[in-house]
Every structure is written in C-alpha cells, then in structure tokens.
Nanobody
Framework: VQLQASGGGLVQPGGSLRLSCAASGISFALNFAGWYRQAPGKERELVATITSRGSTNYADFVKGRFTISRDNAKNTLYLQMNSLKPEDTAVYYC??????WGKGTLVTVSS
C-alpha cells in the first residue's frame, strides 16, 4: 500500500491550493479517508474526512474554506483549500482508514 501526497507549496494569504493523494494497493472508494495536518511544534490534527458513502466532515477551523473529495476512477483523494491563512501552514497528511498514511506535503501560507 502506498499513498503519495502532492500539491503543497508556498501561497499568499487568501490564496488557494489543491492537494492530491494518489493511492495504490488500497481503495479510497471503499474506505474511510481523510486529511490531517501538523504544524511546527503542534500535534497532528484532523482537517477533513470522507466516508465510503461520501459523507464529509470538517474541522471547525476549515469549514467553508476547504473541500475534501475523491475521484474513484483515479483512486485519488483531494483537498481543495481556499482562503488560506498563515495559521494553515503545516505538513498535510492523507490517510486511508487511518491505518495507511502518506508522507505529507508542506503547505506554507505567507506573504
């Protein structure tokens, strides 16, 4: 099983990024999946999740700004991030069933 996250980078406050997480050896369509993040000096925290039925859940601090989705044909999980804030700076990790984790992709929000 491999999860490969990508799409991070440097963006100005108010900007947008879309993170992707491509999976091999396991299906996003059949399992619970999500995005977590870890800022420097802080613990990893949940950002957004999606169930096998497509139900989504978001942390309060990203509601209305971030959208989690998946493409079953591509077996890829996405996180669309809009209206980014400096406090969104973190390494973002994707997970499938909270058992398998990608290596993370760094998002830096700074002017």
């Amino acid at each position: 099983v491999q999860l490969q996250a990508s799409g991070g980078g440097l963006v100005q406050p108010g900007g947008s990024l879309r993170l992707s997480c491509a999976a091999s050896g396991i299906s996003f369509a059949l399992n619970f999946a999500g995005w977590y993040r870890q800022a420097p000096g802080k613990e990893r925290e949940l950002v957004a999740t999606i169930t096998s039925r497509g139900s989504t859940n978001y942390a309060d601090f990203v509601k209305g700004r971030f959208t989690i989705s998946r493409d079953n044909a591509k077996n890829t999980l996405y996180l669309q991030m809009n209206s980014l804030k400096p406090e969104d700076t973190a390494v973002y990790y994707c997970t499938n069933s909270v058992r398998y984790w990608g290596k993370g992709t760094l998002v830096t929000v700074s002017s």
